[in-house]
């Protein structure tokens, strides 16, 4: 978006079609998209603008500025540009990188082509040329370019289809329809291009279930709803055609207004670094005012006499003044505290950590042929730190396919679980036995393996039959033959698909159906039922029937639905079933297979007839409708016949159960928050272990009030801590809790014995999060074993995440796949998203996406941690080092009259940070390991020092910071009682300035050598060539900078000559050297050692006992074993919507066999109105965010 | 692999060791045996390098004498600059008890003189001291240029304040017969020093060379007539000139003066006597409160330093040693302990775990 074209904000909008001239005026943006911050012209000044904008480069900046005032100077310019210029450099390069590839991935976008309707013809042009007003053709599954006004579509009503999986994330299919009067132009393209219609509408904005306007044509004005908008990032699907009219373009779609900046996410480690070089900044302004009074005083007692041989300028003869020059002076040599290079060394570390998990072959999904990817170089460390993980469900637990497990019929159970693959042979050869000729093949999705429900069916096993015509019967799913006249599916709840198809597998075909007759195939023959009525489902029924006749005549009801509420009708005759089939139903539900229960009724004709007078008069009716309707329903649905249960897997996505339950062992929380139904949801909770069934209690919240909701949160509190806790205020028992589980020792009287479970109801929690009760919520949350939130909202589940996140003040991770998980993804502190899905949205907002949840344990547990654990070894030591390296000046102040002369030579100063310790110190932070992948990933435990900040925090940090200290003491003071008044082998100097500063030089060199050797675990070929190679790097460039050559080059600035040969060719310096070495390494040696006998921490133990590990691994849990509680729990779950039995009654959606372009071939129907609006009513619900009732997700 | 489309090849991560993260490597580890081997060794070496050291100071010979306050009257001279060009000889006699065998070297010894101010080390022109830009007076500051505007040569503090003393040792061979103990001017240089740093401008007719510069405001006399005997000992490449400008690293230094010329009664060293020396004094270090002595010393294997160096590794080594025993007492001692603690916390770790995982 161009910014320097300032426009006043839109308030309405005004296209009109086909019309470029008249659009012009108004300066709408054209569809290019601009996510790209740079071109080659601005990139330089925008760029240094953002960099120096950072505080360290700003320091640094202020820093070489001082460094320009000859009267405070202490070092010369370069060693503080050199570093800077590095650094902006590098930073500059990666900006550009990004940028090409986001102008790259512009580029990609805007040359996407579309049928535009240009001069009455239909031409093809580029995304980016669209412009408002103009009239595009969409085909079948293409991208949908802008917003657009549906004008026709090869549909009847002017119907069309889109997904919406980019912007929702929701993969069923919604419908948009176009108004009747723009419907009719159909295809024709001259009428079309005649078209010059007049929108006028709202300004862009992000809503995306929200469009108001106004179409005038033809002087009459027609209103404009979200139905008649196709929002780009969508996808048409199911409709051969549309033309649409372009509303809103580019960067004004909804998609693009909804695309929010990132927020700039930092983690914990840079924040502590934030305080702590605040901290290091007043450490650095102290040692800054204490050398500048020493200076002043030493002025005033020593260096006022010793003007006899360095005369001052008159002003300067001032003591205080000179302090005060001192002190600035001082504060650009001890600078080094906060290197430069410590920011550029993070970041470089940070990405190589990206690239390690970019490479991650076990982090690589073969299946969609997608490895995981760190898309944010920046937040490595935080993996390792993680404490709550919030998941969502389909998708990212769930594969979002349901297959049809175990059912039980008439008392018996079919379908055990088999893996033996000759035992599966067998049964496909039974499979193929009992097919009929003429059948479509099976579909290969299906696995029932069980030969005896086949021989079952083959034996003509009444009940077994009727229970599978009833499969074919009673659902909402439309056939389909696709060209090569394979029977194809469309189904609008997964669970359907997977009954439908099991009956097929099983010889009853469902063929095809009519608003009044479904056909199906049974056992080879063709048998059509006629359609009576349609009993839909919703989410208060639980059920759906229908009424069918069969061809001898009969009249049935076909019931499917929630145990609980079917087992209430049935006739007294099936009692005896009932309590077998309901054990049957407690054992699938105890696996975590969703569950359904089949019954059916024969009704005699007399008595339907009635009935079905009674509904006709009720539907006619205009006063409570839907209540005499649902009476109606209850009215037949009643003495019906147990046939018997289904059992469906949702299934889970592999390794689930077994990356959670490591990852609680780890500590980590886990909390499901899902959009869909709450029986969905827990019993996704069972199946993924997250619930079990020997869990205490599982509260679940589901009030309507905030009253109620507070309530409830109470009385599960209450039944949690027992009567007398009720005095604990909220957060001390939470962090009770914490600590608790950080002993793990449970002695304290307040403890929650037990495992509990919350399950919270979307419209509860936004009760919930309302100010005062989001204590009580967040409490008992934390107590819980684990939290399941259903029906929530895209911004609800940003919200919980920020809760806990602000609250808690823990480490969040978010996890999910659809658009409706980018607010939360965006909200955690670390994004993951599931890739290789057909929406993107997801995997853009997030910080990491690999294609499988299982990942996440790999991610978390061993790139997590490692990052984690080299970062903070990384941070330890580069405080030592610099600590070590800079305070030397401090101590030699005192004995140079606090002159600001720095101990060694400049371009020591200026390369050690940047060439003689940044390599080893880099090669430890990026390829240390303390223990190895698979040790870290068997012991989950070795995550916690993570979520407590064990190993870089404030003490750390001191830790290190008194190390230093102690190692500048000793590079200092060893040398200086050396050298003090000594002299060389040849009697010549020795204790010179020069040689002072070599040897110093030479010491601190080789002390924090050795002490990376020390600190680096894991010693690769790498490692040895870093640590070796910077110190012949360091000898090198010293004798370089000390040769006859380069001083004769440039004498004033390489003043060393030859220093290295005369001191380095002394004894008593080598001596000095290995004193210092010996004094500053030995302590760690001894402290270490101690350290790792007294105090063993587990990563200790774990490296000692490579061998003995296997005893040590925790065993891999597996699935429990179907436990049977005396407190029977439902297993009820059905992924299903209200409002198709409607739409199928009505048959709008059932389209002629050769559909024609135009709108022709339209029959005449009954109330067409009312189901459409009906069912875009229910359909729209679905994409607005706060819709609560009637979300269901697939 | 056999069936996966060429793209799906394409994507997967390579499987080399380095992108896996699995490069052999070594892991460092701390065993007992090994530190506490590692700690007794070095205890060992520290100690045996004490000792010798300490014994090798022991056998140096050194003679120091301070003679700031020995030449009172001197010194008082030298407190006002008006007396500049009034000459004063103070003559210091001594015993030597012992006879110095071997090299014996002269230094002058300056405390409180602070060679190693910022300022101070900066205000050289190493381009002017290699001989080829004379008027290169740019890093010199306060002394650049004189009153006229004629460079400084040498230019700067720290040649402008060069030590002056001029020192002689004579050795009384009986009561009446004093000779000049003979010394060396030459050898007090780093070679490099000599023949890279310090470059006379080219040669002939050598004071022109430096006609149109002006000699350092303290100086007595100019650069070049710094020893007129000797051409090559004269200019920049004079060797006291040059000891000098070798800035020292601590307030308190001694730098080279002189070494002993090894010839007639000293091919030995210095034979015990009755020695004296007679200074010149010039060097006004009074007015800053400094001192300055003269030093007789001789050195040994490793150059001629005090005791601290014996002395600290004497002290790291015994520490090393106590350390070490301390460390294999607590090993031992926690050795049982730790069995337990580990089986406890082993045990800790699987009630977490059930804990946890249900």
């Known amino acids: 978006m161009p910014c320097w074209k300032e426009k006043p904000p839109e308030v309405e909008r005004t296209v009109k079609a086909n019309d470029r001239e008249y659009n012009e005026k108004f300066q709408y943006a054209d569809n290019r998209i601009h996510t790209s911050k740079y071109n080659i012209i601005t990139f330089l000044p925008i760029n240094l603008f953002e960099q120096f904008q950072r505080v360290a480069n700003a320091y640094f900046l202020f820093l070489l500025i001082l460094q320009l005032i000859p009267e405070i100077s202490s070092l010369t310019w370069f060693t503080t540009i050199v570093p800077l210029v590095l650094v902006i450099t ?30 009455g013809k239909l031409q093809n042009e580029k995304w980016m040329n669209v412009k408002v007003g103009d009239i595009i053709k969409l085909e079948n599954n293409q991208f949908v370019a802008a917003d657009l006004l549906l004008l026709s579509s090869s549909e009847p009503h002017g119907l069309c289809y889109i997904e919406t999986a980019e912007l929702d994330g929701e993969t069923n299919l919604k419908v948009r329809h176009a108004l009747s009067v723009t419907s009719e132009l159909g295809a024709d393209i001259s009428r079309l291009a005649r078209f010059d219609g007049t929108v006028v509408c709202e300004a862009p904005n992000n809503k995306l279930d929200k469009f108001t306007g106004v179409l005038s044509w033809k002087d009459s004005k027609h209103s404009l709803n979200n139905q008649k908008i196709i929002l780009r990032g969508c996808v048409l699907r199911n409709t051969g055609w549309c033309f649409g009219m372009v509303i809103f373009a580019g960067p004004d779609t909804k998609l693009m207004q909804n695309s929010g900046k990132t927020k700039f996410k930092r983690t914990s480690i840079d924040r502590l670094m934030n305080t702590l070089v605040l901290w290091i900044f007043g450490f650095l302004v102290c040692l800054g005012i204490i050398l500048a009074i020493g200076n002043s005083i030493w002025e005033n007692q020593v260096g006022g006499h010793f003007r006899t041989f360095l005369f001052w300028n008159e002003e300067e003869k001032n003591s205080v003044f000179s302090g005060f020059l001192t002190f600035w002076s001082y504060i650009i040599i001890l600078n080094t505290v906060v290197p430069i290079s410590l920011y550029v060394s993070m970041e470089v570390i940070r990405l190589g950590h990206s690239y390690f998990i970019n490479w991650d072959r076990k982090m690589y999904y073969t ?3 997608a490895p995981a990817e760190a898309r944010t170089t920046t937040l490595n460390e935080e993996l390792g730190q993680i404490e709550y993980v919030f998941s969502d469900k389909t998708g990212t637990l769930t594969q979002n396919i349901m297959t049809f497990k175990k059912c039980s019929v008439n008392g018996r159970i079919y379908g055990e679980i088999c893996d033996d693959p000759v035992h599966k042979k067998v049964i496909t050869k039974e499979k193929e036995a009992v097919r009929f000729s003429g059948q479509a093949p099976a579909e290969g999705s299906f696995e029932f393996c069980d030969h005896s429900l086949m021989e079952s069916v083959k034996l003509g096993d009444a009940k077994v039959h009727e229970f599978f015509r009833l499969l074919a019967l009673c659902h909402t799913v439309m056939s389909e033959e696709d060209h090569s006249g394979k029977l194809i599916y469309q189904v609008q709840s997964p669970d359907e698909g997977a009954l439908v198809t099991a009956a097929r597998n099983c010889g ?12 199906i195939e049974e056992m080879g023959t063709l048998v059509t039922y006629q359609l009576l009525a349609f009993l839909d ?36 005759s099936s009692e005896a079933l009932l309590s077998v089939t309901s054990d049957h139903l407690s054992e699938f539900a105890g696996e975590g297979l969703r569950t359904l229960a089949i019954a059916y009724r024969d009704l005699d004709e007399k008595y339907f007839r009635e009935w079905h007078q009674m509904l006709q008069t009720a539907s006619a009716a205009t006063h409570e409708r839907d209540d005499r309707v649902s009476g109606l329903y209850e009215e037949i649905e009643r003495d019906l016949t147990l046939l018997g249960a289904t059992a469906i897997e949702d299934k889970l996505q592999e390794g689930v159960i077994e990356t959670i339950a490591s990852l609680s062992v780890a500590n980590i929380k886990i909390w499901v928050l899902t ?12 199946a993924c272990t997250l619930l079990t069934e020997d869990m205490n209690d599982v509260f679940v919240i589901a009030g309507n009030t905030v009253g109620e909701v507070r309530e409830e949160l109470r009385k599960a509190k209450g039944s949690l801590f027992g009567q007398n806790s009720s005095v604990l205020s909220g957060h001390a028992a939470c962090e009770k809790q914490q600590q608790l589980e950080l002993v793990s020792v449970g002695e304290d009287t307040v403890t929650v014995t037990g495992d509990y479970a919350l399950v919270i109801n979307g419209h509860s929690l936004a009760h919930a999060l309302e100010s005062d009760v989001k204590n009580d919520l967040l409490e008992l949350a934390c107590l819980c074993k684990a939290v399941i939130c259903c029906r929530v909202t895209p911004l609800q589940k940003a919200q919980v995440v920020e809760l806990v996140r602000k609250r808690r003040n823990a480490v969040t991770l978010a996890i999910g796949d659809g658009a409706n998980d980018v607010s939360m993804i965006k909200t955690a502190h670390i994004g993951v998203g599931i890739s290789g899905q057909e929406g993107l949205q997801a995997v853009l907002a997030s910080d990491y996406s690999f294609a499988q949840f299982r990942y996440l344990q790999r991610l978390l547990l061993v790139h997590g941690r490692w990052s984690y654990f080299r970062m903070c070894k990384f941070l330890c030591y580069f405080f030592y080092k610099n600590f070590a390296f800079t305070l030397v000046h401090f101590w030699f102040g005192f004995f140079c009259g606090f002159s600001a002369q720095t101990v060694y030579d400049q371009w020591f100063v200026t390369l050690f940070n940047i060439v003689y310790t940044s390599l080893p110190v880099l090669a430890m932070g990026i390829f240390d390991q303390d223990v190895s992948d698979q040790n870290s990933m068997d012991c989950p435990q070795l995550y916690e020092p993570g979520q407590l900040n064990l190993l870089f925090n404030k003490r750390k940090f001191f830790i290190c910071v008194a190390h230093g200290i102690y190692t500048s003491l000793a590079l200092f003071f060893i040398p200086y009682g050396a050298f003090y008044s000594t002299a060389g082998e040849d009697g010549q100097h020795v204790a010179d300035y020069q040689s002072f500063a070599v040897t110093m030089a030479t010491s601190l060199v080789i002390v924090v050598s050795v002490q990376i050797a020390l600190d680096t675990s894991y010693w690769t070929v790498i490692n040895h060539v870093f640590i070796w190679g910077s110190i012949a790097t360091y000898f090198s460039i010293l004798f370089t900078m000390h040769s006859n050559g380069i001083f004769e080059m440039f004498p004033s600035q390489f003043p060393f000559v030859g220093n290295v040969w005369h001191s380095l060719t002394q004894k008593c310096v080598w001596l000095v050297i290995l004193l210092t070495t010996v004094a500053s390494i030995m302590p760690v040696v001894a402290f270490r050692f101690l350290k790792m006998d007294l105090h063993p921490a587990l990563t200790d133990q774990i490296r000692r006992w490579q061998k003995a590990q296997k005893k040590a691994r925790p065993v891999r849990r597996r699935r429990p074993q179907p436990r049977r509680s005396s407190s029977r729990r439902s297993g009820y779950a059905f992924a299903h919507q209200e409002g198709y039995g409607e739409l199928i009654t009505s048959g709008k959606n059932m389209r002629a066999k050769n559909p024609p372009p135009t709108s022709g071939l339209e029959k005449p129907l009954f109330n067409s109105t009312s ?24 | 692999m056999k069936g996966i489309p060429e793209h799906h090849l394409s994507r997967m991560p390579d499987n080399t060791a380095m992108k896996q993260q699995n490069l052999p490597a070594y892991q460092l580890r701390f065993s007992a045996t090994v530190v506490l081997s590692i700690f007794f060794g070095t205890g060992v070496f520290c100690l045996c390098m004490g000792v010798i050291l300490i014994l090798s100071v022991k056998s140096t010979k050194k003679i120091e004498i301070n003679y700031t306050k020995i030449c009172s009257n001197c010194a008082q001279l030298r407190e006002n600059a008006f007396n500049f060009d009034k000459e004063c000889i103070c003559s210091i006699p001594f015993y030597l008890p012992e006879k110095m065998e071997g090299n014996v070297y002269m230094y002058y010894k300056l405390s409180g003189f602070y060679q190693n101010l910022y300022r101070y080390i900066q205000s050289r022109s190493n381009n002017q001291l290699v001989g080829e830009a004379l008027r290169d007076v740019e890093d010199c500051a306060p002394f650049k240029v004189s009153h006229h505007g004629t460079p400084i040569v040498p230019c700067g503090a720290i040649a402008n304040s060069m030590f002056n003393d001029t020192i002689i040792l004579s050795y009384k061979l009986n009561s009446s017969m004093h000779i000049t103990v003979p010394m060396l001017k030459n050898g007090l240089t780093w070679w490099t020093d000599k023949y890279v740093k310090f470059q006379n401008p080219s040669f002939n007719n050598f004071s022109s060379k430096f006609a149109g510069s002006t000699k350092p405001p303290y ?17 920049f490449l004079n060797d006291d000139f040059i000891v000098w400008m070798r ?35 010039n060097f006004p270090v009074t007015r800053f409160h400094g001192e300055k002595s003269v030093v007789l010393s001789t050195l040994t294997w490793c150059g001629g330093g005090g005791f601290f160096l014996g002395v600290a590794y004497t002290v790291t080594g015994a520490l090393t040693w106590l350390a070490s025993f301390a460390l294999m007492a607590v090993h031992l001692m926690w050795k049982k302990k730790k069995i337990a603690y580990q089986k406890k916390s082993y045990a800790l770790r699987r009630k977490t775990e059930n804990r946890n995982g249900q």
């Open chain 1, 90 to 119: 590098m930073t500059a390069v990666k900006d550009a990188t990004d940028d090409y590839f986001r102008h790259k991935s512009d580029n990609q976008v805007n040359n996407r082509q579309s049928e535009v309707l240009i001069d």
């Open chain 1, 367 to 369: 299946g969609k042929a």
């Open chain 1, 508 to 519: 009853f075909i469902f063929k095809s159906r009519t608003p009044e007759t479904i056909t």
């Open chain 1, 537 to 572: 489902f919703n989410n208060i029924r639980k059920r759906m029937s229908v009424i069918v006749r069969n061809p001898a005549g009969q009249i049935k009801l076909y019931s499917k639905g929630a145990d609980t509420i079917l087992f209430e009708r049935l006739h007294p």
């Open chain 1, 675 to 686: 959009g869909d139904k709450q029986e969905t949801a827990i019993n996704i909770g069972y």
């Open chain 1, 1171 to 1194: 189901w459409l609006e009906n069912l875009c009513k229910k359909t729209t619900d679905t994409l607005s965010s706060f819709s609560q009732e009637k979300t269901v997700k697939l």
């Open chain 2, 219 to 235: 100086w007595p006399k100019p650069i070049y007539d710094l020893d007129r005997n000797n051409v090559e000992n004269n200019g």
């Open chain 2, 247 to 281: 800035t020292a690293a601590f307030p308190t230094f001694k730098k080279l003066y002189r070494r002993l010329y090894r010839i007639h009664y000293f091919t030995e060293g210095l034979p015990a006597g009755n020695y004296s020396f007679n200074i010149s004094y």
